[in-house]
């Protein structure tokens, strides 16, 4: 909406905007936002995944040490260390 009650006749560019923030400011802005919140969103979807890429390496590892150990017994040569 163009400003009311001035005199606008030799004023060139845009017509004001709200806040006098213009469209291409807004825009930039708005890109500048969206990038920041995209690279928080994958460095937190990295650190989520690799912490469940550690608590499944860690659960392989505990069940198959479960497993050795009950073949050991089974065979009757379990060892404590």
Same mark, same amino acid.
């Given at each position: 909406?163009?400003?009311?009650? !001035?005199? &606008?006749?030799?004023?060139?560019?845009?017509?004001?905007?709200?806040?006098?923030?213009?469209?291409?400011?807004?825009?930039?802005?708005?890109? !500048?936002?969206? =990038?920041?919140? &995209?690279?928080?969103?994958?460095?937190? &979807?990295? !650190?989520?995944?690799?912490? &469940?890429?550690?608590?499944?390496?860690?659960?392989?590892?505990?069940?198959?040490?479960?497993?050795?150990?009950? !073949?050991?017994?089974?065979?009757?040569?379990?060892? =404590?260390?």
């Amino acid at each position: 909406m163009y400003e009311t009650g !001035r005199e &606008l006749s030799g004023v060139q560019g845009e017509p004001c905007t709200k806040l006098g923030v213009s469209y291409q400011e807004y825009k930039a802005n708005l890109v !500048r936002k969206n =990038f920041v919140l &995209l690279k928080e969103y994958k460095a937190n &979807l990295v !650190r989520k995944n690799f912490v &469940l890429i550690e608590m499944c390496q860690d659960n392989l590892i505990s069940l198959n040490n479960s497993k050795a150990h009950i !073949r050991h017994a089974q065979s009757g040569t379990l060892d =404590f260390e």
